[in-house]
């Protein structure tokens, strides 16, 4: 017989992805903090369930008892042809979270940066849609590692009508490229640790060196803030942002 109860319980459940910010717990949002404390569950992605993620540590940061469970997923780097293992691993989280949906729990899932931003949130609520959940989600927006790097330098980076391109560089330059035709737009470079002497020499040729910065593992304790200039010619970590302010104007605060 069919459970009477569980469509109820069903449409109670809530799971909600939880930005936390880039790495320092002073970016964490009272929002977050809020949804952090009252929700019945907390989980983070790890790469093993033996170890916190970084996520869990920045969280363990402001709330050091907070009682987190540990999702293993695959961190393979993307475009590395490990897309199978990350998808396989998107649906073992998920069918870890199903018995708790299903009992009307609200689950918060905590995230790096911002939950709508290149993050691994939506992959886990697809992963439930293929497992058949249909439930309430939310997000709690986070801050995100631009806007720290923006701050920690006193980069303005936007004023008036100018806008914003966010671009990836992880297997190439060319969105970068692309995004410099115009002067007037700031770039913001993202999963580019590898390709940053590329992009510096791309800005470079573009008159656009001058004010821009690279952030490697911001808020984190081995955080490295310098202008991309003098970054050096090797690769920097994957957690690695440039941003670009747009050309013509003084770009900074300081
Ligand atoms: C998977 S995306 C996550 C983005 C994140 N959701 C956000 O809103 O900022 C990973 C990329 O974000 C940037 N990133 C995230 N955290 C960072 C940090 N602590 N320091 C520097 N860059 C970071 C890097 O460009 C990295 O390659």
Redesign the pocket.
């Known amino acids: 017989m069919a459970d009477p109860g569980a469509a109820r319980r069903s449409e109670e459940a809530l799971l909600t992805g939880v930005g936390v910010g ?2 320092d717990p002073g970016h964490l949002t009272l929002g977050a903090l809020r949804v952090l404390e009252h929700a019945d569950r907390v989980v983070a992605p790890t790469t093993t369930e033996g170890s916190a993620g970084r996520a869990e540590s920045i969280v363990r940061g402001a709330l050091p008892d907070l009682v987190v469970d540990r999702l293993p997923f695959d961190m393979s780097p993307e475009g590395a042809g490990g897309a199978a293992a990350r998808a396989a691993s998107h649906l073992a989280a998920a069918r870890r979270l199903v018995p708790w949906l299903s009992e009307g729990r609200h689950v918060a899932f905590i ?4 939950p709508n ?3 691994t949130f939506p992959s886990l609520v697809a992963a439930l849609l293929e497992l058949g959940w249909r439930g309430r989600v939310e997000t709690v927006p ?1 801050i ?2 631009f806007q720290a790097l923006a701050a920690a330098t006193g980069t303005v980076l936007l004023d008036g009508t100018e806008s914003l391109s966010l671009v990836t560089a992880l297997e190439g330059t060319s969105d970068v490229e692309h995004a410099l035709e115009d002067p007037e737009r700031a770039v913001v470079v ?2 580019g ?1 590898r390709n940053v002497a590329a992009v510096a020499q791309l800005l470079a040729a573009a008159g656009r060196l001058d004010g821009a910065v690279l ?6 304790d081995d955080e490295r803030v310098v202008a991309l200039g003098e970054a050096g010619e090797g690769p920097a970590s ?4 440039v941003v670009v302010p747009p050309a013509g104007r003084a770009g900074s605060l300081r």
């Open positions: 880039p790495g995230t790096l940066g911002d931003i290149y993050s986070g995100t590692a993202y999963k640790g952030g490697e593992r911001l808020g984190l994957y957690l690695a942002t």
